[in-house]
């Protein structure tokens, strides 16, 4: 299993970024998957996740509005869109999926997102 991410950078605040995220070796459209994000000196959180169903999105408080998921089974990409970024959007992006419940837990390299004047 492998998971890249791309497309992060600095951005200005009220900007828009769109993050990918291209998985392999794993059937990619039978997956929930996830994007997390981990400012300095705090947790990583979850920030939103689509479903295998088609439709089924859900998103933290902190985003919800301004980012959306998204997926193409036919590329075995998930997209996180970006608007309306703050300060405080910034934060290293990162790709999850899980196997199982149980694990195991897949984890992309992470991209850096950077909202500053």
């Known amino acids: 299993v492998q998971l890249v991410e791309s497309g992060g950078g600095l951005v200005q605040p009220g900007g828009s970024v769109r993050l990918s995220c291209r998985a392999s070796?794993?059937?990619?459209?039978?997956?929930?998957m996830r994007w997390y994000r981990q400012a300095p000196g705090k947790e990583r959180e979850l920030v939103a996740l689509?479903?295998?169903?088609?439709?089924?999105?859900n998103y933290a408080n902190s985003v919800k509005g301004r980012f959306t998921i998204s997926r193409d089974n036919d590329k075995d990409t998930v997209y996180l869109q970006m608007n309306s970024l703050k300060p405080e959007d910034t934060a290293v992006y990162y790709c999850?999926?899980?196997?199982?419940?149980?694990?195991?837990?897949?984890w992309g390299q992470g991209t850096q997102v950077t909202v500053s004047s």
């Open positions: 999850h999926t899980r196997m199982s419940a149980l694990g195991p837990d897949y």
């Open positions: 689509i479903s295998t169903a088609p439709g089924i999105t």
């Open positions: 070796g794993f059937t990619f459209s039978n997956y929930i």
